[in-house]
């Protein structure tokens, strides 16, 4: 199985489904906030959502839906990454609630050769998550600097670094 991609590999106008989605629940809400020290009663109080705002319910944190995306595009985007470079731009486009399914897709908008190092290059892409739907969530925008595959043969080819069993 395919982890990540070479920059040769991609092509600007592809876009990778990300597989499967994630059923966002109460305990991932509520763990991922208090991780974060985020305790906005919004995230955490149903008594103050379903009185206080425009929701009535619980909204789980924008944050947790861009790490979750951001987590469902490594296997397709940047697997094989040796760095991600930059966060261009990231939007909350609507809420998300306990129970909802996050599903999510990244689009390759740009690929440019590194000019320093011959092998590798930067990967610009869009991600875009959506609910079960089709709402679009949350939009972001990135750029990844991924190996040539010259970079991933001169360290040990698509498992650098797994060692052998020992024979017993």
Request: proline share 6%.
């Amino acid at each position: 199985m395919q982890f990540g991609r070479y920059y040769e590999e991609f092509e600007v106008g592809a876009v990778y489904k990300h597989w499967p989605g994630k059923t966002v629940t109460e305990y991932d809400d509520h763990l991922f906030c208090l991780i974060t020290m985020n305790h906005h009663p919004l995230h955490l109080d149903v008594n103050y959502a379903e009185n206080t705002t425009d929701f009535g319910k619980n909204v789980v944190v924008g944050n947790y839906i861009y790490s979750l995306l951001l987590g469902m595009s490594v296997p397709d985007v940047s697997g094989k990454a040796i760095a991600n470079l930059e966060i261009e731009s990231l939007r909350h486009v609507a809420p998300t609630f306990h129970g909802d399914t996050i599903y999510g897709e990244t689009e390759v908008l740009d690929k440019t050769p590194s000019k320093s190092k011959d092998d590798r290059g930067v990967v610009y892409v869009e991600t875009r998550g959506y609910k079960q739907d089709g709402t679009v969530v949350c939009i972001f925008r990135r750029k990844v600097m991924v190996p040539k595959r010259s970079y991933g043969d001169a360290r040990g080819g698509e498992q650098p670094g797994r060692p052998e069993p020992k024979p017993r």
